[in-house]
């Protein structure tokens, strides 16, 4: 019996070492699993509230100085631009960004000066289109859009604009406003005033009109009234185109800067009135043009007055163009150091308003003379 005692002893020692630390062992898992749940549930608990937070709370943008974005923008033909490189350090999960407020329009008023009187020159009428009075629908709508507009309108139009003063009213009225606005007066170029006689008092109206603009280029008017205005040294030295809608008879006057003188009525000898002109028109008796014997003895008695003579311009009508708008010219005779001699065939509808107004946008008489001249 000794032997088994002895033998249950060394059994049971072993294990009296073991089984307390198998408690301990198993204390400390038990621990260990206590900690791990209850980090993850406050883990859990945290990430929650984080969301709520997000939810409620808009996430904060970075805002980027403008001097930052002079700074680093780079136009559009060198390198990356700022928006290049901001997109470079944003994370690829982001929100979207808000968009950035349009930049003004930009107005007429902030373009300069010469800027924008080359875009109000496209508003002046043309009248050799024959758009009728809604031509001047444009122009007139921005007269009344600011001062400012309206004098730049008028800077920009009137000098391609064909003013007719038809009536005594109409001749009182501009009168009345060129004293209140002086400086327009210099701005008109083409003007056409009448046709007939006027009264003392519409005459003193006309020669303060021709006065008061000192630029002008054409003048087309009655010889009465034209005696008158080179009496009184109205017509201006810039004034070197007239067309004569009638001839007065017993009229004495000089205007000697005139280089241009178209003659409605008929050729005659106008040495003394106008000693320097350079270029005749008139009006010929029948289309076959330097053929017809009428037209040769004008044009020869023309020719031995007048030697500065430098062209000789023959209007003819054609009743076959009746409804057409075109100009046609062509050189019918031309003679060694003589007046060249140029026929000018027109539509039968072509009025003196039509001739004088297409003279005003570079496409009359004296235009297509010069250019086959220098063909």
Same mark, same amino acid.
Not at 345 to 352: F, K, Q, Y
């Given at each position: ?189 083409? +003007?056409?005033?009448?046709?007939? *006689? ?7 109206? =006309?020669?303060?009109?021709? !006065?008061? $603009? @000192? ?98 311009? +023959?209007?003819?009508?054609?009743? *076959? ?7 046609? =010219?062509?050189?019918?005779? !031309?003679? $060694? @150091? ?38």
């Amino acid at each position: 019996m000794g032997w088994i005692a002895h033998a249950l002893d060394e059994f049971w020692a072993p294990l009296s070492l073991i089984f307390p630390l198998s408690f301990v062992v198993t204390a400390l898992l038990g621990q260990w699993s206590f900690k791990t749940q209850s980090d993850h549930d406050a883990g859990a608990s945290h990430a929650s509230c984080s969301q709520d937070c997000c939810e409620s709370t808009p996430p904060r943008e970075f805002t980027r100085d403008p001097k930052d974005e002079d700074m680093f923008l780079g136009d559009e033909n060198h390198g990356l631009g700022y928006d290049d490189l901001w997109d470079k350090g944003v994370p690829e999960q982001q929100q979207p960004s808000t968009p950035r407020p349009m930049k003004q329009q930009l107005s007429i008023m902030d373009l300069p000066l010469e800027l924008r009187i080359s875009i109000l020159e496209q508003c002046a009428p043309i009248p050799s289109e024959r758009i009728g009075a809604n031509s001047m629908d444009t122009f007139r709508t921005l007269l009344r859009v600011s001062k400012t507009i309206q004098y730049e309108s008028y800077k920009a139009c009137l000098p391609h604009i064909p003013l007719a003063l038809w009536t005594k009213k109409s001749i009182r009225s501009f009168r009345d406003f060129l004293s209140r606005r002086g400086e327009i007066g210099c701005l008109v170029r083409h +003007l056409w005033i009448g046709t007939g *006689k006027y009264d003392d008092e519409e005459l003193s109206w =006309a020669v303060d009109i021709l !006065k008061a $603009t @000192g630029q002008l280029r054409s003048l087309a008017c009655g010889e009465y009234f034209l005696s008158k205005a080179a009496d009184a040294k109205a017509l201006a030295e810039t004034c070197q185109t007239i067309t004569l809608m009638n001839v007065e008879r017993g009229v004495f006057y000089q205007a000697k800067d005139v280089k241009r003188l178209r003659l409605c009525a008929g050729a005659y000898s106008t040495k003394e009135k106008f000693p320097n002109v350079t270029s005749l028109c008139f009006n010929a008796r029948r289309l076959n043009g330097a053929r017809d014997v009428r037209v040769k003895e004008e044009y020869e008695m023309v020719d031995r007055w007048l030697g500065s003579l430098k062209s000789f311009v +023959l209007i003819e009508r054609d009743m *076959k163009r009746a409804s057409d708008r075109g100009l046609g =010219a062509r050189p019918m005779v !031309k003679r $060694t @150091g003589k007046a060249d001699m140029f026929s000018l065939v027109l539509p039968e509808r072509w009025t003196e308003w039509d001739i004088w107004s297409a003279d005003v946008v570079a496409a009359g008489i004296w235009d297509l003379c010069d250019m086959v001249t220098v063909g």
